[in-house]
Each structure stands twice: as structure tokens, then as C-alpha cells.
């Protein structure tokens, strides 16, 4: 199961663009790149999820080089209710979801 | 209308008392599974049905034994509760596809388990 690394914490003010890097060297080629977002005392919720290059939603961008070892979320314009902490996960298929231990992003004013 | 739904939200109880988590999915998902969010946020897949069964089986004491009376449920039933026990439960669910894309997962609101 590939694993990956992202930062444990960040900070942003409102208004700012976000990137959260998440590093996943040993990912392989069926697997996608999924991110999550958990709000306290909620349970985590689907943000995103990409193969290659970058996907866009009303939310988030995603994206990820051509070797994909890495990804980038992007939170464009963040408000104080984006404080939650992300998660990046490899998805091989199946219905296994890894979750690591997330970056906690704190958005101020 | 929530689309998976747990009870109840909290819970305490005493050590070795044995109790259940209820959880319902009304979004015609075949898969269901269990995760336990401990202390520090670690999020563990335990179980995970899909039909009424069992793929699933994460290195999980046996006092824990998940009950699928169809696909739209999935309880959690805790035999001997142990103060390691306390933790939130999360119920989620979700299709089932084969290699290639994850389908997204929807979960419940959790269940905060204190055992005292």
C-alpha cells in the first residue's frame, strides 16, 4: 500500500490560496489520489480525486505531476470554515481507505 | 436526510458492560464498513461488508462483531468493553467497483465511545 507524507499542520488567513502538498513516492499505476476533509466531530468527508494532471471541482483543484509521486490540494480563497483537517490518500481500488495522519489547516482572520 | 446515520451519537458506559452502534445508509450503497478514530485522530478501517458480507477484517479483537441484517445496515456489537475501547466509531459507506478509481465514501457523524 503506497504511503504518503504531508504536513502536519498549516496556517492561512481568510481570503488566501491554500496548497497542501502530499508526497507518495511508491504509488502505483492503478492507483488514484483522493483527498478528504474532516471537520471536528464529523466524520471525514470526499473532497477530490485525480489520476493525473489536474482536476478541478467547486471546491478544491487538484494537482499532480506527470510521475505522480506527489499532489497538490488547492483551496482557493479560503474562509475560517475551511479549518478542518485534510487528508491525502492513495486509493488502489477496492474499498480500503488508508488514512494518514492528515494536515490540520487553521484559517484566521 | 442523512444519508448514513449512527446511534446513537454518544455513548458511555462502564468497563466489561457489552454495547451496540447502529448504522443505516439510505443511499443504495453495497458496501459498508467500520473505522475507529482514536485519541490522536488516527482514522483504522475495521470491518467492511458488502452484501451482508464480510471483506473485511482488520486486525480487530473478536469482542468487536459487526452485523449486517442487510445492506442498508451494518451494527457494531462490543462485547467486554476495555477502557482502550474509547474512541469515536465512524460508519460509512459506499459502492463497490472493481481495480482502478475509488468510489467515495460517505460517512456517518461518528460515535463517541467513553468507557469509564
Known amino acids: 500500500l503506497a504511503k504518503t507524507t504531508q504536513p502536519i499542520s498549516m496556517d492561512s488567513y481568510e481570503g488566501q490560496e491554500v496548497n497542501i502538498t502530499c508526497s507518495h513516492n511508491n504509488i502505483a499505476t492503478n492507483d488514484y489520489i483522493t483527498w478528504y476533509q474532516q471537520f471536528p466531530s464529523q466524520g471525514p468527508r470526499f473532497i477530490i480525486q485525480?489520476?493525473?494532471t489536474k482536476v478541478t471541482n467547486e471546491v478544491a483543484s487538484l494537482f499532480i505531476p506527470a510521475d505522480r509521486k506527489s499532489s497538490t490540494l488547492s483551496l482557493p480563497r479560503v474562509s475560517l470554515s475551511d479549518t478542518a483537517v485534510y487528508y491525502c490518500?492513495?486509493?488502489?481500488?477496492?474499498?480500503?481507505?488508508?488514512f494518514g495522519t492528515g494536515t490540520q489547516l487553521k484559517v484566521e482572520l | 436526510d442523512t444519508a448514513v446515520s449512527q446511534t446513537p451519537k454518544y455513548l458511555v458506559t462502564q468497563m466489561g458492560n457489552d454495547k451496540s452502534i447502529k448504522c443505516e445508509q439510505n443511499?443504495?450503497?453495497?458496501?459498508m464498513y467500520w473505522y475507529k478514530q482514536d485519541s490522536k485522530k488516527f482514522l483504522k478501517i475495521m470491518f467492511s461488508?458488502?452484501?451482508?458480507?464480510?471483506?473485511i477484517n482488520e486486525t480487530v479483537p473478536n469482542r468487536f462483531s459487526p452485523k449486517s441484517p442487510d445492506k442498508a445496515h451494518l451494527n457494531l456489537h462490543i462485547n467486554s468493553l476495555e477502557l482502550g475501547d474509547s474512541a469515536v466509531y465512524f460508519c460509512?459507506?459506499?459502492?463497490?467497483?472493481?481495480?482502478?478509481?475509488?468510489?467515495?465514501?460517505?460517512f456517518g457523524q461518528g460515535t463517541r465511545l467513553t468507557v469509564v
Open positions: 461488508y458488502n452484501n451482508k458480507e464480510l471483506i
Open positions: 460509512a459507506s459506499s459502492r463497490l467497483i472493481g481495480t482502478g478509481m475509488n468510489t467515495e465514501a460517505f
Open positions: 443511499l443504495g450503497h453495497d458496501t
Open positions: 485525480g489520476y493525473k
Open positions: 490518500l492513495v486509493t488502489g481500488g477496492g474499498n480500503k481507505l488508508t
